[in-house]
Each structure stands twice: as C-alpha cells, then as structure tokens.
C-alpha cells in the first residue's frame, strides 16, 4: 500500500481561535450532563456494570470435599506445569494409600495468574477465583497455605471456554 503524505500549510491571513474555543466549551458541557463513568472504589463497588468477569484468574481457592478436607490427592501435575514455580506440595499417604498434601502452598506474588493449575488438575480441587483484593503490608503473607486456600470463598474462575470465547 502506497504511503500518502499530507502537507499542512501554515494560515497566512489572521485566524480567530473563538470558533475553536466554543466547539471545545460545548463539547465540555455536553460531556457534564452525562452520567459519570468512574467510582469511588473502595467505598462504591459491586454494581453490576463493574462486575468483574467471571472468567478471571485471581487468588486461589482449594475446594474441600463433604467431610471438609481438600479435594487434593497430591499428584503433583500442578507444581509440574506451574510457570512461575511458585506452588510447594509435599506429598503425603494415609494408612488407606490415600495420598494428600502435607504442604501445600502458593506464592501468590510470585504467580502470573494464567490458570494453568485449575486446568491440569485432574480432581477439580485448585482453582483460581473471581477475586483480586488481596493486598497484604508484608511480603509473607501472600504465600498462602492449605488451611488459607480452603478458607477462601469467593467464586472460582470459569477460564477461557472455546464455545463462547467472548465470555457472553
Ligand atoms: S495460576 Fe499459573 S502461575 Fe499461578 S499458581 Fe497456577 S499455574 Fe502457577
Ligand atoms: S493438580 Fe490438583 S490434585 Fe494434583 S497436586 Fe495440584 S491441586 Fe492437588
């Protein structure tokens, strides 16, 4: 495609800039009358127009089963495909050969939220949540352990889905 170059040439009569200043100040005054777009987080949030979507990747949830205790088997696929590393299980076995996690943490800091633990894992028992006020005064806090992970209660993300791709 052909670049076109357009010459500006400089006014060489007087111009008078009121024409210009009163399609400003009307644009101005047109855009007062309309409803505001911004809030006053975190006073005002939760309206539905600023719902965050459902298919956000934000802090962890571990999902507990009916007796209370995590739905993890500790079979290690998702400290495996974790991109930043940032998962630690230490596997552990009952006297039934039922495996679970002695530790089990994330580094919420050091994650890049890409949801690749909810996908691979095969009991549906880490997730990452429609959440993301997760701020902390010190650097410790965001690894967060089992009993922390579990006691999250916010809703689990829906990831990305192919057959509705626009999340609609
Ligand atoms: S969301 Fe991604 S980076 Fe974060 S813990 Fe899961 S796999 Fe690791
Ligand atoms: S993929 Fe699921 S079952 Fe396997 S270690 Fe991770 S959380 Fe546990």
Not at 119 to 138: D, K, S, T
Request: net charge neutral; with cysteine.
């Amino acid at each position: 495609m052909a670049i076109g170059v357009k010459v500006m040439r400089r006014p060489t009569t007087g111009v008078s800039y009121v024409r210009a200043t009163l399609k400003g100040m009307a644009l101005t005054f047109k855009h007062l009358r309309q409803s505001k777009v911004t809030m006053e987080y975190p006073e005002e949030k939760s309206k539905d127009d600023w719902a965050i979507s459902r298919r956000w990747r934000g802090t962890h949830r571990m999902l507990t089963d009916a007796e209370g205790r995590s739905k993890c088997v500790a079979c290690g696929l998702c400290p495996q495909v974790c991109p930043a590393n940032c998962i630690k299980l230490v596997p552990g076995e009952d006297e039934h050969g039922h495996r679970y996690p002695l530790i089990y943490e994330i580094d919420e800091f050091r994650c890049v939220f890409c949801g690749y633990c909810q996908e691979v894992c095969p009991e549906e028992a880490i997730h990452v949540g429609v959440h993301f006020e997760n701020a902390e005064y010190e650097r410790a806090r965001f690894v967060y352990d089992l009993e922390r992970l579990q006691s999250q209660t916010h809703p689990v993300s829906t990831l990305w889905d192919p057959s509705d791709p626009k999340g609609e």
